[in-house]
């Protein structure tokens, strides 16, 4: 007995209308025949399709473009700081509308920042909250309330002594530099800071701002270290941390690396000179100028509070300064503004991308070829290898060159007298 499996070819048809290039055919299998002759089972036929699918591509290819990769995963020192920065940010509303700023320039100048008003002048005006009857008691009472003349939505103060320090600083050379709060990126500002110092734009009597990182190269600057040699220590920094860790305790190595390269005398340097930025959390929130130093200790101690960004750099959710809860001054002052009567601001973050106005040296005076800010960020939280933070000394100073430009030293700069009002004259 024979079993016949009978092959048959359907016809072969091609649709060029519908761009089908290939050949459609049939196979029929016919099973195998039962012992019984009379019975025969019914055919099935298998089809298979060797014709290319014309009609949707899409099932192959795609026009869209590729999903972008997966971030890299970040490390525990990133994912700490941006976890406590984003829950401080959220609790901290910067004071508005604030009783007491009178819409005046300093000296009658127009543009200029808002006239200062002591407490005591308002004494008999306002009933004043419990915090400020709290305030009264201290013995460092407030000395004054400003409006910074950028950022209106925020309002600084600055007790009594630290307004007396700047007054008896008789001669300022306008116009003052603020440096941004920047975490481990001040490499950039160290840059800034060299071409502005070897150009003739900051002399000992330019006055000096900034919050966290720009408060370190602000105590910097005052010491009259070369802006080299405190790139070495903070590539000292850099590598204790790589070895040691960053996240919990970065402020400890902080302060026993500027205890070791500050001189002993920096406070006296920069009392009236230097503004320190820190933040107090009670009993409200609000941004405190602190330019008046007892010692190099109280000094340091203004720049770590200035840097503390909560539960990252100690394992604690603030510190303690002046018998005040404080922490990172970056979080209401993120420029703060000088006692000179113009203030060129310096952002170690690209000022476009993050919203940021009235910016002077940024690395928007040369974006091309950048770093992005997600790589930024990561480097002010985790400090980057030492090629990246020579980098960065060396884009910050570009920048201040490209600036430079259009903005010559012979024309900027100039020397002014503070007069009995709290004004300035040429």
């Not at 089972?41 to 099932?59: G, V």
């Not at 840097?307 to 809860?325: C, D, E, H, K, V």
């Not at 020579?390 to 100073?397: I, K, M, V």
């Amino acid at each position: 007995m024979h079993l016949k499996l009978p092959l048959v070819h359907n016809q072969t048809t091609t649709n060029m209308a519908s761009g089908g290039g290939g050949a459609s055919f049939t196979t029929a299998l016919r099973l195998p025949q039962p012992l019984t002759p009379t019975l025969y089972p019914p055919f099935r036929s298998l089809k298979f399709s060797a014709k290319a699918n014309q009609e949707n591509p899409s099932n192959l290819t795609t026009n869209q473009p590729p999903p972008p990769p997966p971030p890299s995963p970040r490390s525990f020192a990133v994912a700490t700081g941006e976890l406590f920065l984003g829950i401080a940010s959220r609790l901290i509303n910067p004071t508005k509308g604030r009783r007491g700023i009178v819409d005046e320039g300093v000296g009658g100048r127009e543009g200029g920042e808002k006239k200062v008003v002591m407490f005591s002048e308002l004494e008999n005006e306002v009933s004043l909250s419990s915090s400020s009857w709290w305030w009264r008691r201290n013995k460092e009472r407030i000395g004054s309330v400003i409006e910074d003349p950028v950022q209106p939505e925020v309002v600084w103060e600055q007790t009594e002594k630290d307004v007396e320090a700047e007054k008896r600083r008789k001669e300022v050379t306008s116009p003052g530099f603020s440096f941004s709060a920047a975490g481990l990126l001040f490499p950039y500002h160290l840059g800034v800071a060299n071409f502005l110092i070897e150009k003739g734009y900051i002399k000992e009597t330019t006055p000096l701002a900034g919050s966290s990182a720009g408060a370190i190269v602000c105590a910097v600057i005052a010491s009259g270290t070369s802006m080299q040699e405190a790139l070495q220590a903070t590539k000292m920094l850099a590598e204790d941390c790589r070895v040691g860790g960053t996240a919990f305790r970065l402020g400890a190595v902080l302060r026993d690396v500027l205890e070791k390269f500050l001189p002993d005398d920096i406070h006296i340097r920069s009392n009236g000179r230097v503004r320190v930025a820190v933040t107090q959390i009670l009993w409200r929130p609000r941004g405190l100028l602190v330019d008046q130093f007892d010692s190099k200790e109280d000094l340091i101690n203004a720049v770590f509070t200035s840097s503390f960004i909560p539960g990252y750099l100690a394992p604690r959710p603030a510190t303690m300064f002046r018998n005040r809860l404080c922490i990172d001054g970056g979080l209401t002052l993120f420029m703060p503004p000088t006692a000179a009567e113009q203030t060129i601001r310096v952002c170690a973050f690209p000022t476009s991308r993050l919203g940021l106005q009235g910016i002077g040296i940024s690395p928007d005076c040369n974006p091309v070829g950048r770093a992005t800010t997600r790589e930024l960020f990561n480097w002010a939280l985790e400090p980057a290898d030492d090629d990246v933070l020579d980098r960065l000394f060396e884009l910050g100073y570009s920048d201040a060159e490209i600036w430079a430009k259009e903005n010559p030293v012979e024309e900027l700069v100039r020397d002014e007298k503070r007069t009995s009002e709290g004004g300035f004259t040429q």
